[in-house]
T-cell receptor, first 114, second 112 residues
Framework: SQTIHQWPATLVQPVGSPLSLECTVE??????LYWYRQAAGRGLQLLFY??????ISSEVPQNLSASRPQDRQFILSSKKLLLSDSGFYLC?????????????FGNGTRLTVT | SQQGEEDPQALSIQEGENATMNCSYK?????LQWYRQNSGRGLVHLIL?????REKHSGRLRVTLDTSKKSSSLLITASRAADTASYFC????????????FGSGTRLLVRP
């Protein structure tokens, strides 16, 4: 069966420090991969999505970047964190069955920038 | 940008009652999905309804879709305390991309 791993679960980082969040998927090939951010008590904001290795689509211009160095690995990065980068970051994957494919989410990383 | 908007933002009901949540969206879609999120966790897919479908059932869940009004509703019948969670609708972008855009969610509290 397919599983998605996301780490770390929580992270406290000072303003101006770098960030690297990692997400890996097991049990499937060529998944679509997504990074979302959720502010406290709010909906999900799509940050990046990827349909293949090295193919990254950015939805919101901001202080973050994403990379997909391997088929089932998706990394969210920042060179210098801002206070506004605090939030709950969720990685998700879907199959290649078109727009009907549901998303499967990891358990998220709660990032606090101090 | 926000595609789906749920209402109400929060809903509190007694166990055994039905809970209805609504979602409105802005552009044409291929499908609409509903997800559930327990506090501090990832989202879990509940049900998907395609644009050519008007109603769909899954256990105690009933979803309707009205494409003329660009709206959907999620009904949870005979609610249980364990149904307490946030519920989100999500729509595709109406194009061939794999983007899925989420609404702001409804926080449901089921009182035992």
């Amino acid at each position: 069966s397919q599983t998605i791993h996301q780490w770390p679960a929580t992270l406290v980082q000072p303003v101006g420090s770098p960030l690297s969040l990692e997400c890996t998927v097991e049990g499937t090939s060529n998944p679509n991969l997504y990074w979302y951010r959720q502010a406290a008590g709010r909906g999900l904001q799509l940050l990046f999505y990827s349909v293949g290795i090295g193919q990254i689509s950015s939805e919101v211009p901001q202080n973050l970047s994403a990379s997909r160095p391997q088929d089932r690995q998706f990394i969210l990065s920042s060179k210098k964190l801002l206070l506004s980068d605090s939030g709950f970051y969720l990685c998700a994957w879907s199959g290649l069955t078109g727009p009907d494919s549901p998303l499967h989410f990891g358990n998220g990383t709660r990032l606090t920038v101090t | 940008s926000q595609q789906g908007e749920e209402d109400p933002q929060a809903l509190s009901i007694q166990e055994g009652e039905n809970a209805t949540m609504n979602c409105s969206y802005k552009t044409s879609i291929n499908n609409l999905q509903w997800y559930r999120q327990n506090s501090g966790r990832g989202l879990v897919h509940l049900i998907l309804i395609r644009s050519n479908e008007r109603e769909k059932h899954s256990g105690r869940l009933r979803v309707t879709l009205d494409t003329s009004k660009k709206s959907s509703s999620l009904l949870i019948t005979a609610s249980r305390a364990a149904d307490t969670a946030s519920y989100f609708c999500a729509t595709d972008a109406g194009d061939s991309s794999y983007k899925l855009i989420f609404g702001s969610g409804t926080r449901l509290l089921v009182r035992p």
